[in-house]
């Protein structure tokens, strides 16, 4: 098993550091001058802060200090047992004292996937830690629930997240030789290309850690057994939602909605893009974060 730490990432500023929040351990890497705007990358599932592999270094040389955890459970980081561990409310507050273990009362937060899910919640829950949010491929909270109520289309394609509540059985799937099971998930979720073969290899090793599957897995278990609504349904902060309609996984429709419940709220689509899009469409999406965030951030000023 080879490094999964920041020594994947060729950026002289890039280190690995252990920040103790909220009563876990994560791995974070870290990049940039610490004097600068504060960026949180939120990887989801199946993935680790490696997914941010190619919006790391455009963050940073548009003048960004850039700050990517793996979330509780996933690879370098502690993973806990119990599912209280990754009710909604936790993994928030994991990210509101990672910002201010930077030395910051708010910051940039941009999320894909279940990282997405974290940073809706983040900005709902505790907006004021959110200078500007980013959204990859998840829609908003009450955009999913209502799909999953009344959408037989999107009830379909969420069938992943039920079959994830039974015990031993997604553990073992996914864990299947050698964590083979992981690497068919991303590749059959993706365009062809999304990943290279040295890519595979650093999930691969991500996965192999003990614990890892479990603690990704039990993040499903906790949305559905440990549910955890936030306060309110509309975000203030000035949003970009990114979203590749060719994902699997989720419905195009649920993008527009979920800007709906923003008060300054965007959409970039790409429509040839999976769930994947910052893997297949890096530069355009770096552009546009880029572009969201100083935007913003010279409006602000």
Not at 95 to 108: C, N, Q
Not at 149 to 157: F, G, I, V
Request: hydrophobic share 40%; proline share 7%.
């Amino acid at each position: 098993m080879t490094a999964t730490d920041a020594t994947l990432l060729d950026r002289p500023s890039a280190e690995s550091v252990r920040r103790t929040v909220n009563g876990v351990d994560l791995h974070v890497v870290t990049a940039g001058d610490p004097d600068d705007p504060l960026v949180v990358l939120l990887h989801g599932f199946p993935d680790f802060w490696y997914g941010w592999r190619h919006q790391i270094p455009a963050l940073v040389d548009a003048g960004f200090r850039v700050v990517v955890p793996d979330q509780r459970g996933y690879n370098l980081s502690e993973k806990p047992r119990g599912l209280d561990a990754y009710r909604m409310r936790e993994l928030s507050r994991d990210i509101v004292e990672l910002v201010a273990a930077e030395d910051r009362d708010s910051a940039h937060v941009i999320g894909h996937d279940w990282g997405a899910a974290v940073a809706w919640d983040l900005a709902l829950r505790h907006p004021e830690t959110v200078d500007h949010l980013g959204i990859i491929n998840v829609p908003h909270p009450t955009v999913m629930r209502r799909a999953l109520r009344s959408s037989p289309r999107q009830l379909l394609r969420s069938w992943y997240m039920f079959a994830f509540q039974l015990p031993r059985v997604p553990e073992l799937f996914l864990g299947r030789d050698d964590a083979r099971g992981v690497l068919d998930v991303l590749e059959e979720s993706a365009n062809p290309g999304a990943f290279s073969e040295a890519d595979l290899a650093h999930y691969r090793d991500a996965w192999r850690r003990q614990g890892a599957i479990r603690g990704a897995v039990n993040w499903y278990r906790a949305l559905v057994r440990r549910p955890d609504e936030p306060p309110r349904e509309t975000v203030e902060a000035p949003t970009l939602v990114v979203w590749g309609d060719e994902d699997v996984a989720l419905l195009p429709k649920l993008a527009a909605e979920s800007v709906g419940y923003c008060t300054d709220g965007r959409l970039e689509r790409i429509p040839w893009a999976s769930h994947w899009v910052h893997d297949e469409e890096p530069e355009r999406v770096n552009e546009a974060l880029v572009g969201h965030l100083k935007a913003e951030s010279e409006t602000g000023d």
